[in-house]
């Protein structure tokens, strides 16, 4: 496979430059105001301890996930492509994952968790359309 033009690196790297803020940001929700986030996204429900330590422990992992794309700007084209493909199944996972999840909701689940599980999932979908046509773009023009 040739190597991915300039336009073509530049095209992942802006993906990773965006994902990079979002993943920031959702690490660092997760790992400071964990019981915030359970407040916005189901009001009436009380979190126990399990909870927040599971919504905590995932945001080093997710800040790590930041930091990863965040240097993976700079990296040469094929490891840009192998980690864009990474993102790209992991993304292709959750959005599947959060699509059945909301097509099988018990209807006496809380609206507004519906609505948080909603707003993450087209977190999820955003990023798995953005590196698929950063993807379809570095294959195009390879």
């Known amino acids: ?16 430059s965006l994902h990079r803020f979002v993943a920031l940001s959702f690490g660092v929700i997760l790992f400071a105001f964990p019981e915030e986030l359970n407040e916005a996204m189901a009001p009436s429900k009380v979190m126990v301890f399990e909870e927040k330590f599971s919504l905590q422990s995932w945001g080093p992992f997710i800040i790590a996930v930041a930091m990863i794309v965040h240097f993976a700007r700079n990296f040469d ?25 909301l097509a099988n909701f018990d209807p006496n689940v809380d609206p507004t968790y519906k609505t948080g599980v909603l ?10 359309i953005l590196y698929g046509a950063a993807l379809a773009v570095d294959y195009r023009d390879a």
Do not use: D
């Open 77 to 101: 084209s094929q490891a840009q492509r192998s980690i864009a493909w990474a993102m790209f199944v992991c993304f292709t996972l959750e959005s599947a994952l959060y699509g059945h999840t």
């Open 1 to 16: 496979m040739a190597n991915a033009s300039p336009k073509v690196a530049t095209a992942i790297a802006t993906v990773f």
């Open 119 to 128: 707003a993450t999932g087209s977190v999820f979908i955003g990023l798995f």
